[in-house]
T-cell receptor, first 111, second 118 residues
Framework: KQEVTQIPAALSVPEGENLVLNCSFT??????LQWFRQDPGKGLTSLLL?????REQTSGRLNASLDKSSGRSTLYIAASQPGDSATYLC??????????FGAGTRLAVHP | AAGVIQSPRHLIKEKRETATLKCYPIPRHDTVYWYQQGPGQDPQFLISFYEKMQSDKGSIPDRFSAQQFSDYHSELNMSSLELGDSALYFC?????????????????FGPGTRLTVL
């Protein structure tokens, strides 16, 4: 059974820091991995999707890497801003038409 | 660009009542997924449909049912509502095999329906 774990559960940093959010999964037989952002009480915004054949994806200040063999993905956020404050969720798709989510990392960036 | 549409956005019901949530996928997307997110929890998969047929089922209570119609929109029907059903219900859509900026089977989420059961 696939399990997704995110570390840390919460993070509070000053503005401008470079951040690393970690995601691990127990079953390496995945097709892709998605990183989402969720603001309190709001919907899920897809940030990056990495296919199993890829090692990383970049969008603006965000960079996500994937090491399928070790069951790990990392989301890097460069030069963090207060507007980055949100919960970041990673989810894996194992081919059964459903995403399995981690519990998320709650990020607070203070000025 | 068109996004996934969910209605209603907010719904308040009493215990034992019924509720119907609607989802309109992105045009040309043929797969719809339903997820439930309880307070402080991560989204949990409920059920999915591909080309109007159920394709996978997760932790969906027997009191809930869903279907996908000929125009690909989907409805989640919830009966005998319980307090524990209070949650944010997300619908997502995708088009398996089609790339979106190089992404395969990327799921796009709607804004969610917040259901409160009193």
């Amino acid at each position: 059974k696939q399990e997704v774990t995110q570390i840390p559960a919460a993070l509070s940093v000053p503005e401008g820091e470079n951040l690393v959010l970690n995601c691990s999964f127990t079953d390496s037989a995945i097709y892709n991995l998605q990183w989402f952002r969720q603001d309190p009480g709001k919907g899920l915004t897809s940030l990056l999707l990495i296919q199993s054949s890829q090692r990383e994806q970049t969008s603006g200040r965000l960079n996500a890497s994937l090491d399928k063999s070790s069951g790990r993905s990392t989301l890097y956020i460069a030069a963090s801003q207060p507007g980055d404050s949100a919960t970041y969720l990673c989810a894996v798709w194992g081919g059964y038409n459903k995403l399995i989510f981690g519990a998320g990392t709650r990020l607070a960036v203070h000025p | 660009a068109a996004g996934v549409i969910q209605s209603p956005r907010h719904l308040i019901k009493e215990k034992r009542e019924t509720a119907t949530l609607k989802c309109y996928p992105i045009p040309r997307h043929d797969t719809v997924y339903w997820y439930q997110q309880g307070p402080g929890q991560d989204p949990q998969f409920l059920i999915s449909f591909y080309e109007k047929m159920q394709s996978d089922k997760g932790s969906i209570p027997d009191r809930f049912s869903a279907q996908q119609f000929s125009d690909y929109h989907s409805e989640l029907n919830m009966s005998s509502l319980e307090l524990g059903d209070s949650a944010l219900y997300f619908c997502a859509s995708s088009r398996p095999g089609e790339t979106s900026g190089g992404a395969w089977n990327e799921q796009f989420f709607g804004p969610g329906t917040r259901l409160t059961v009193l």
